[in-house]
């Protein structure tokens, strides 16, 4: 890898004076002030835009360090196999025609994945644009690229014009390295984030990812980042299902679904953007040497209207707005004029004395001990394109003087997107302050910079219980189950299922419900029918013994092997909870609110396996449903440590079972005021 990044000499294969985009990458050498060797391979010429040009690279008289091939996808591997026979460290290859491109040209990328990794070959692409590091001005790129003073954030992209877009932006965000990854053959995301880990000039990493290849380890890499301080971002397409089969088509890799990538980027810490201004807003306010310590934030506007904005906009993100201490509400009465209030977000249009008011204002907020964050609405869009630098920067100063003597986020916020020069944004960080550009998007960025403030995910003890009985369960289901064996297995690792009683007689049967107490519950015992209620197989409200006889008698004319007795089981409220094993992402958990909620509202939370102190609760929390457990309309509370206990007993038993099952569903689980109680339990073992 480092010799692609800082090679001291390269080799541009395909190379003549009518190929645009390979002359273009040749001139960009001298323009960037690349200090080693360029070369131009192509039998027809002896020199292509000033760089000497050999029929081959074994004719070259040095090895270099790094090729650029453009050439026909027919004629890539040759080349390839060349290179590495030579002893070259990697190359880019821009082709199409590879495994986006059906099955031939799938194995035509095995192949050459194949021979590059067992030569430790480092190879870019192919369907790429290429990779350029300002850092030691070097361009193995397709076309021309400019002289560039390099910052301190790296991008890795699946996308060629999504590359060329944010390479491009007037934000304020300047790169270290880009690289257009295309279908990552060899290379892939992971090992370019290993790569800028532990490159020490990186410090940010931005990404835009239509798929993970290699889920374990590109997460793996986001966790070593969060441990160095390098603060991920990454924008992820594919969030519909049109646009999970359009980067399918495109990168030749299948989607997983976008809720599972939600809850992985979470757990390791990595920032998920939600468009691609969010995603540049969000790389600029990475590059603040402080983080908030909390998201308590004051606004600070001289529009109501404005207000009104901040705070429909506040509330999709995880900031929030408290009021002002007593004693700063006392401070700023004394400088508004009467008809304002001294609320949070404040308004002070009509305070008179602006250029002494102001400042102090700021300094009077950003003193009180509730607030951590302070943001300043700036119109920098009122201002006309040709305004002079010098007067933006006066804006800029009584915010630098805040953040010079308080140790809170600064922030002015254009609330148009867009507006906010680049080199203002710059300076801004060279002040300790934010400078960001549009509502919805800085406001996402803040929300992720608090974020980033987090500690690592640290994995809670998990609930004890008997494993080698759960064990012993366990390996007699050698299919998908329901019913005995499966509340027996669930039961034995301490979940709460409903006490079931397996009768395989009438008069058994009629026991079981005396025992048990009327009304009761009647289901075909058979565990392999996992969805009896379809087929008719499941009795509820069976009131008397003579009800019972009758319900067995139909209940075995379904299935033999007997039925299973449960008694009524009512709850205030109805979740669901399972588990389920995804073949590329892992392990995780799923819990949700039952019955026509479940169906209306599509209301899910969804963790990996491994869940920390209080993420249960947090799962139950971001339910919509989550009320109806706190009680409504009256309507007393319902046991929600019992549920919380529930999921976090679901999680102890995945994290010792969850290699060996691909799924488990826990539906309905009824909940009361005193209890949690799992009715129906499916479970499905791996293959």
């Given amino acids: 890898m480092k010799r692609l990044f800082r090679p001291k000499s390269i080799a541009v294969v395909g190379a003549s004076p009518s190929h645009q985009w390979l002359k273009k990458s040749i001139l960009s050498f001298p323009d960037m002030g690349y200090e080693g060797k360029v070369y131009a391979v192509n039998p027809r010429y002896s020199e292509v835009a000033g760089a000497p040009c050999f029929p081959s690279l074994s004719d070259i008289p040095e090895v270099p360090d790094a090729i650029l091939i453009g050439l026909n996808r027919d004629r890539v591997l040759p080349v390839v196999e060349e290179a590495i026979s030579l002893g070259i460290g990697g190359a880019v290859v821009l082709a199409i025609g590879f495994a986006e491109a059906g099955e031939i040209g799938r194995e035509r ?69 880009i690289v257009s990854a295309g279908n990552e053959a060899v290379v892939d995301s992971a090992d370019l984030l290993r790569y800028f880990v532990d490159d020490p000039g990186v410090k940010v990493i931005g990404a835009f990812l239509e798929t993970i290849r290699d889920p374990e380890r590109f997460f793996a890499e986001c966790d070593r980042a969060k441990a160095a301080g390098k603060p991920v971002v990454v924008l992820k397409s594919g969030t519909s299902e049109a646009g999970a089969q359009a980067a399918a088509a495109h990168s030749g890799a299948l989607a997983a679904p976008d809720r599972l990538y939600d809850a992985l980027f979470a757990r390791h810490g990595v920032h998920r953007a939600r468009s691609m201004e969010a995603l540049l807003e969000t790389l600029l306010a990475m590059q603040l040497d402080r983080r908030p310590r909390s998201n308590r934030m004051a606004s600070i506007t001289a529009s109501g209207g404005q207000i009104e904005l901040i705070l429909d906009q506040t509330d999709k993100t995880d900031l929030t707005h408290v009021p002002f201490t007593p004693d700063t509400a006392a401070l700023l009465r004394k400088r508004l004029p009467d008809f304002l209030a001294t609320t949070n977000p404040l308004d002070y249009w009509g305070m008179d004395d602006l250029e002494n008011n102001h400042p102090a204002l700021l300094h009077e907020i950003a003193s009180d ?102 064990r012993a369960l366990f390996n007699a289901i050698k299919a998908p189950s329901s019913g005995m064996p499966t509340s027996d297995l669930l039961t034995a690792a301490g979940l709460p299922v409903v006490e079931s009683r397996h009768a395989l007689s009438a008069d058994a049967a009629v026991r079981a419900a005396s025992e048990l107490g009327y009304p009761v519950v009647m289901k075909v015992a058979d565990p392999s029918l996992l969805h009896k209620t ?87 929390e971001s339910l919509k449903g ?62």
């Fill in 109 to 177: 990328q095995q192949r050459m994945r194949q021979i590059s990794l067992d030569a430790d070959f480092a190879l870019v692409g192919p369907n790429c644009q290429g990779l350029v590091d300002f850092t030691s001005r070097t361009a193995l790129y397709m076309g021309k690229v400019a002289a560039y003073e390099p910052g301190v954030v790296a991008l890795i992209s699946q996308s060629g014009s999504v590359t060329t877009a944010l390479t491009d932006n007037n934000r304020g965000v300047r790169w270290s390295q």
């Fill in 369 to 470: 001990p509730n607030i951590d964050i302070v943001l300043s609405a700036a119109g920098f869009s009122s201002y006309p394109t040709n305004t002079d630098r010098g007067e933006l920067e006066e804006r800029l100063i009584p915010h630098k003087a805040l953040a010079a003597k308080h140790d809170k986020v600064v922030v002015m916020l254009d609330t148009v997107d867009g507006t906010v020069p680049g080199e203002i944004a710059e300076s801004g960080l060279k002040g300790n302050i934010l400078v960001l550009s549009g509502l919805s998007e800085g406001l996402e960025a803040l929300s992720h910079l608090v974020a980033d403030g987090k500690a690592a995910h640290k994995m809670a003890p998990a609930p004890a219980f008997d494993v080698a009985k759960t």
């Fill in 534 to 620: 379809e087929v008719g197989g499941v009795l509820v409200g069976v009131k008397d013994a003579l009800a019972v006889t009758d319900g067995f008698d139909k209940l075995s004319a379904i299935a033999p092997g007997g039925v299973v007795v449960q008694p009524m089981m009512a709850g205030d409220v109805e979740l669901f909870a399972g588990f389920t094993n995804h073949e590329e992402l892992g392990p995780f958990l799923i819990v949700g609110t039952g019955g026509i909620w479940a169906e209306l509202f599509d209301d899910v939370s969804v963790r990996p396996v491994g869940l920390a102190a209080g993420e249960a609760r947090a799962m139950l």
């Fill in 626 to 687: 989550y009320p109806l457990l706190r009680g409504v309309r009256g309507k007393p509370a319902c046991d929600i440590d019992a549920v919380v206990a529930l999921i976090e007993k679901l999680d102890a038993f995945a994290r010792e079972f969850g290699d060996k099952i691909a799924a488990i569903d826990l539906n309905p689980i009824m909940v009361t005021p005193k209890a949690a109680v799992i009715v129906d339990t499916l479970v499905i073992p791996k293959g």
